[in-house]
């Protein structure tokens, strides 16, 4: 039996809908995780409320710094908090190599489409739903997978689709997709927690 819970560290740059829901979802006692730490790229956004509201650690990257002195800044806040995971949820830049290794490779991020379709440089937010609506789709989804050096390319843990309703906005459509990712992302995290430690 594990003698503690898998220490993760939350990174984002949004509204952190997703972080709120793993957070609940961490403070189940059945859950293999606990939030330790939640890094927003920037300061004023959503995500860092969310961290405050349930009094977890927050910190917040210097964004006048360049891409190098960032991730210098993340693996220290990393091993600082003896962290073990590291779940992207709406962080928008690539993840520098030495991030990816002060975990071992254990980095999940979700995307917002049915991997490997709709995903790639340039492909987030509005942009993924509209394209799925140009293309005439009937279904979509969302995807947890592992990060690796290109983006949306690695592994994927957990899938999971839902019907595209005739004359649905991208708008409509992100909202759907969104309620999807707050209930697999956290039972894909433990799914991944039983699978590393
Ligand atoms: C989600 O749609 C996720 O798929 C994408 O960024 C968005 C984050 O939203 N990677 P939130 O900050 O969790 O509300």
């Given amino acids: 039996m594990r003698s503690r819970k898998v220490r993760v560290a939350i990174i ?3 509204k952190g809908s997703n972080a709120e829901s793993i957070i609940r979802h ?3 006692e059945h859950s293999l995780f606990q939030v330790s730490l939640v ?3 920037k300061p004023g956004i ?3 409320k969310k961290a ?3 009094s977890i650690p927050v910190f917040v990257l210097d964004t006048s710094l360049g891409s190098m002195d960032k991730s210098a800044q993340i693996c220290q806040q990393v091993k600082e908090n003896t962290i073990d995971v590291i779940v992207l949820a709406g962080y928008l ?3 520098d190599d030495a991030v990816i290794e002060t975990v071992n490779g254990r980095v999940l991020n979700i995307h917002p489409s049915l991997l490997p379709m709709y995903g790639g440089v340039g492909m987030y937010g509005k942009r993924v ?3 799925v609506l140009a293309a005439g789709e009937t279904t979509t989804g969302a995807t947890v997978h592992i990060v690796t050096h290109d983006y949306d390319e690695g592994a994927i843990v957990m899938q999971a689709s839902v019907t595209i309703d005739e004359g649905v906005t991208a708008v409509q459509l992100a909202d759907k997709v969104l309620k999807l990712e707050h ?4 039972v894909a995290i433990d799914k991944c927690v039983k699978l590393w430690f």
Avoid: V
């Fill in 46 to 48: 959503g995500l860092i």
């Fill in 12 to 14: 984002g740059s949004g």
């Fill in 93 to 95: 830049s690539r993840l």
């Fill in 26 to 28: 961490a403070n189940y």
């Fill in 129 to 131: 739903h509209e394209a």
């Fill in 39 to 41: 890094i927003a790229s």
């Fill in 183 to 186: 209930e697999i992302y956290p």
């Fill in 52 to 54: 405050e509201l349930a």
